[in-house]
Every structure is written in C-alpha cells, then in structure tokens.
C-alpha cells in the first residue's frame, strides 16, 4: 500500500512539471490549441420589475410659526432714527415690554413744520375763495355792461332802420321837392308878370327891369334845384349806406366784444378753478402728512404684542442676517423698513429643508419625517411634511423647494436656525422598470441583443442612488450592460 502511494505522488509530480513547462512556453512555441483569450465581455443586466425605495435624508432648520418682525413702518417722516432704548438680543418678554424705543425730537420739528405748512395752506385756500367770489361779481357786472351794450346796438339799427334811416331819405326827397316847388313858384310869377304887363300900361324899362329879374330867379332856382338832386343822390349813393353801417358794425363790435368777454371769462373762472383745486389739494397733503406724522410719532415706540423672545434680525434659509449688537444699541441710528428684530413663541416651531425638484415632488402630503436636532440629538422627534406645490427658491448653490415639516410643540431650547437631520420615509415606488444607476449616461443606454451592442436613448424617472426607474424606451427583459458608454 505504501508503494502504491508513492507511485501516485510521482506520478502527480511528473504531470504537474510537464503543464509547468508548457505554459513557460512564448507564445510563439506554444501550440494554438493551447493559447487562452484574455478579453471579457462587459457585464450585463436584465431590465425587471421590482419596488424602487424613496427613503431619503436631508439637512434641514428649525423656522418659528407665526413671528413677528420688529421694523419701523414709517409713512412720512424721512429724518434720522436714533435708538433710545432697545431689549437685549434673546431676552424673554411680556406682552406690552418696550421692545425698541426712537428718539422722538426730529419728528417732532418736522412734525411742527408740517403743521406750519398746513396752517399757511389753509389760509391760502381762504383767500383765494374770498378772492374768487369778488371776482365772479366783478366779472358778472362787466358782462351785464357788455350784454347791455349789444342790446342798446340792436335797439340803435333797429331804430334807424324803422325812423332814422326812412327820414333821412325823406328828408333829401322833400328838399328836393322844395327846390322844385321854387323853381315852379318862380315860373309860375314870371308867367304872370309877362300877362300883367301885356295889359297895363308900364313902360317898357320898367317891365324889362321886372321880367329880366324874374327870369334870373328862375334861372337860378333851377340850377339850385339840380344841385340839390346831385347832393340827394349822392347822399343816397355814399352817405345812407355810411350811416347804416355804423349802427350796424357798432352791434357786431358789441356782440364780439360780449362773445370775447364771455371766452376770456369762462378761461379765468377755469384757472380761478384750477388754482382753488390746486390750492385745496396741498391743504389736503399737508393734513395727510401731519396725520402721518403723527401715526409715525406713535410707531418710534415698540411694544412687543405677545409674550416670546426676541432677536435682533431676521432668519432667511436659516441663517440670521441683519442683526448685529453693535448697531443695535443706544445711540445708534437704524433704517425705516429695516427688520430689526424677530419676536417669536419658544417651542412654537416648524422645520424647512431645502429640497431639489426630484424629492420634493417625489413627497406626498402628509408623508412622516423623522427629524433629529444637531444640537439636542436626543429630541428626535416625528413630523409632517407639507407637500403644498410653490415655486423654487434659487440659492447660491441652485434652485430647492422649502418642504415645510409641521412638529407640532417642541422643546423651548431649540431656537430659529437650529440645524437638524432629516429622514423621510416616502413610500416606495411598487412594481416599476428599474436598471442600475451606472448604466443611464447621457439620457442613454447600450443594450445587447443576438451578441451585438446597441444604443438606445430612454426616460427616466425617480432613484434611489443606486436603481433608476425606467419611464419609457425599454422593456422588461431586455439585456442592458451595466456600466454605460458615452
């Protein structure tokens, strides 16, 4: 039995020295049927179906419900605001404590200038009404006078048409009715001298001497008689027309006169109206200004409206800004509109983490959180998350949804900006396409199908860090390689 056993083991020895040499062989002597390939293919996966889990971590701050920001909401006093007392940055305080106390003096000059103004508006505003009812009686009576004027120029042309213009050519025609009537007077005696001295017994010089005289009377009672129709006609021809267009053109300059009158009156009364509106106006914004002042008077005093604690600043994404002691203290000057302090109720709390798009959606209302204080890790406690959709908030690093996480009552040592771990427990995603994280790149992946590799651009959808579910462009079963190429 021991020969037998030692004839193995030689046997053994001498076939292990036998391959030995064999594979010392180059590969240039050693045989093809013996040369071994040294390149393996990619490894590959199947796309299945399976539960994606959504649970995730996150970093998150202890926000306060409900407080109040402590700020000078002045409307109309713009001078400076000294601080003559102010609470100590974390102090615990009453409702009715002097939370920030401003130093009174310059609102008051301008408050006592702004009533000055005021007083001088008003008394402005009285005058320029006095001065407007005399006005509007000055104004009435020149207008009656103008009125009066057109109607004693309509009454003139009517006169003159109805009396004045008709006698007047009657007149000239009865002068030279009477210039005829002695020109037939005359011819008539000279006639009547001719038969008297036919009969009687005159001598011929003295019915020559009598005769020649009548002739020359006649004679010139003619030529009297056609100057006198000359001086009609042309009286007729240029003085009538004259005349008539005196009373007339004096009753056009009337009415334009009355018509500018009322233009420039109505032009007045409206600047007289503007200048009273303009005027009343600046009594109304000096009232305003005063009454303002006044309400900003009462604002230099702060009192804190509930019982809380108090912080100078205020919290934005976590961090207190805003608020250093040392320009938050007696003798230093603050800001209108600047928050100056936050008052808020301890234990009155509500967690905020900043989210990206996929786990912020990914939320549903009401999911439980497990939230645990840096600070104080031993209270941990359970919240709900507040999936409302709002819009993103961009910060340095990029754009995150606030998840608010509702906590209820929580311990009064923890304050606004606190940090704490989130867990949210998002139920899992049931009975989806899922591949490995490693084999989406680029919105691709390379599947294999009959031994050849083929790109093929897909949908993703939710991850977990390691599985991605698989929206579109695959389906089940199919052969993906688990690290993917560009």
Known sequence: MKAFSI????????VGAGLSLADSASPATRPAATQRTTTTAPSTTLVKRGDLPLKFEATGYFEAVDPVEIRLRLKAYAGDLTINAIAASGASVKK??????????PLNKQL?????DRMAAVAN???LEADFKLSEASEALTLKTQQNAVGDAENALKWWEQVDGPQ?????????KQFKDNVDDRSDELDQLKKMYKTEELTSATADIVVKRAVRGLE????????????????KTIYYPISKRVVTDALLRAKQALASLEIAQTHVKSQWKTTLFTSRTAVVTATQKVTELKGDLEKLMVVAPME???WFGQMTSGNWQGGEAKTLRMGEKVMAQQNLMTLYTPGKMRVIADLTEAKYFSVPMGTVATVTPMSFPELRMEGKCDATPRTAVVLPTGPVYPMAIAVGEVDARLIPGMKATIQVAVPPLPNVLLMPNGALVNGAVWVRENGAEKKKAVVSGHTDGKSTEIVGGLNEGEEVLTQGKP
């Open 7 to 14: 004839f193995v083991l030689a046997a053994v020895l001498s």
């Open 168 to 176: 007047m050519l009657k007149q000239w025609d009865l002068q030279v």
């Open 112 to 116: 006592a200038s702004a009533e000055n």
């Open 220 to 235: 010139q009672a003619e030529i009297q008689l056609d100057m006198e129709k000359d001086r009609v006609k042309k009286n």
């Open 96 to 105: 009715g404590d002097v939370l920030l106390e401003i130093d009174p003096v």
């Open 308 to 310: 809380g604690v108090v």
């Open 125 to 127: 505003v009285e005058k």
